[in-house]
């Protein structure tokens, strides 16, 4: 297995085979999201998309935070008085990660290290999965701040948790440890916190090892059963069947099936 390591100083990114690792790289500011470390991580996702060798976009943080959320220890710098249509459409254009994240057609993995605050907590929950430290822990945070929420959070928790879950952890400002949050299906897993990245790159390796094709279209049914009828998930079920029927991969699975043997799936 090999790596290609870059850094932006706000952003690492590495390439293990076909897994594209972003580590958020603020530890001093338990990797707040700043407007730079924004602009990095949506180039870098963005990129990790649209490259046909990256089967699976994994996420994590440096130091002992996920990510504590946005960080308002800045300015906003000197171009003059910012509208709040202006701040409105700033707002839109950076959640274009976390639509990115839970939209495109390749998994994506959250390896939650710390705390996930507020837009953090966005961040780890527009992943298809997450797995966490047992020194995990996921607050909504803004009823401190007299704010709504952004970036997608009530939307993840409402179809994670459910509405009432939701209203609960949002209204209240609930901080869940590592064991809670899975009880509420915000983590997938927990595991120690020195093993975290060992099993996050073994379950990334795994869906590396997976046919594309077919992990495109589960995911694609999964994201329709949120607001689709049974009617038209069966038919999206039944059309991505025969797609994925017809690619090589499925040759390759009965081939490999027949021959006793593991598949190696190419991704057409």
């Given at each position: 297995?090999?790596?290609?390591?870059?850094?932006q100083?706000v952003?690492?990114?590495?390439?293990i085979?076909?897994t594209?690792?972003?580590k958020?790289?603020?530890?001093?500011?338990?990797?707040?999201?700043?407007p730079?470390?924004?602009?990095?991580?949506?180039?870098a996702?963005?990129?990790?998309?649209?490259?046909?060798?990256v089967?699976?976009?994994?996420?994590?943080?440096?130091?002992?935070?996920?990510c504590s959320?946005?960080?308002?220890?800045?300015?906003?710098?000197q171009?003059?008085?910012?509208?709040?249509?202006?701040?409105?459409?700033?707002?839109?254009a950076?959640s274009?990660?976390n639509?990115?994240?839970?939209?495109?057609?390749?998994?994506?993995?959250?390896?939650?290290?710390g705390?996930?605050a507020?837009?953090?907590l966005a961040?780890?929950?527009?992943?298809?999965?997450?797995?966490?430290?047992?020194d995990a822990s996921?607050?909504?945070?803004?009823a401190?701040?007299?704010?709504?929420?952004d970036?997608?959070?009530?939307?993840?928790?409402?179809?994670?948790?459910?509405?009432?879950?939701?209203?609960?952890?949002?209204?209240l400002?609930?901080?869940?440890?590592?064991?809670e949050?899975?009880?509420?299906g915000?983590?997938?897993?927990?595991?120690s916190a020195n093993s975290?990245m060992v099993?996050?790159l073994?379950v990334?390796e795994?869906?590396?090892?997976?046919p594309?094709?077919?992990?495109?279209?589960?995911?694609?049914c999964i994201r329709?059963?949120v607001?689709?009828?049974?009617?038209d998930?069966?038919?999206?079920?039944?059309?991505a069947?025969?797609?994925?029927?017809?690619?090589?991969?499925?040759?390759?699975?009965?081939?490999?099936l027949?021959?006793?043997?593991?598949?190696v799936?190419?991704?057409?």
């Open positions: 297995m090999t790596a290609e390591i870059s850094s100083d952003l690492i990114t590495e390439r085979g076909g594209a690792l972003l958020l790289n603020r530890p001093e500011r338990l990797n707040a999201l700043s730079q470390l924004h602009e990095a991580l949506q180039a996702v963005r990129e990790a998309a649209e490259d046909k060798d089967r699976v976009v994994v996420i994590t943080g440096e130091g002992r935070a996920f959320g946005g960080d308002t220890s800045g300015a906003r710098g171009g003059g008085p910012v509208s709040q249509e202006q701040r409105t459409d700033e707002m839109v950076r274009a990660t639509k990115l994240l839970h939209e495109m057609p390749k998994p994506t993995l959250a390896l939650v290290n705390v996930a507020g837009s953090g961040l780890a929950l527009a992943c298809d999965m997450r797995i966490g430290s047992v996921m607050v909504p945070a803004y401190r701040l007299a704010l709504s929420g970036y997608g959070v009530t939307y993840f928790l409402t179809q994670i948790s459910g509405p009432a879950k939701a209203c609960e952890l949002m209204f400002n609930q901080k869940l440890d590592a064991a949050a899975k009880a509420c915000l983590l997938n897993q927990i595991v975290l099993e996050g073994r990334a795994q869906l590396c090892a997976a594309p094709v077919a992990l495109r279209y589960m995911k694609r329709a059963s607001d689709h009828s049974l009617g998930v069966i038919a999206l079920e039944a059309s069947m025969i797609r994925c029927s017809k690619t090589e991969d499925a040759k390759e699975a009965m081939l490999a027949k021959e006793k043997r593991a598949p799936f190419k991704g057409y």
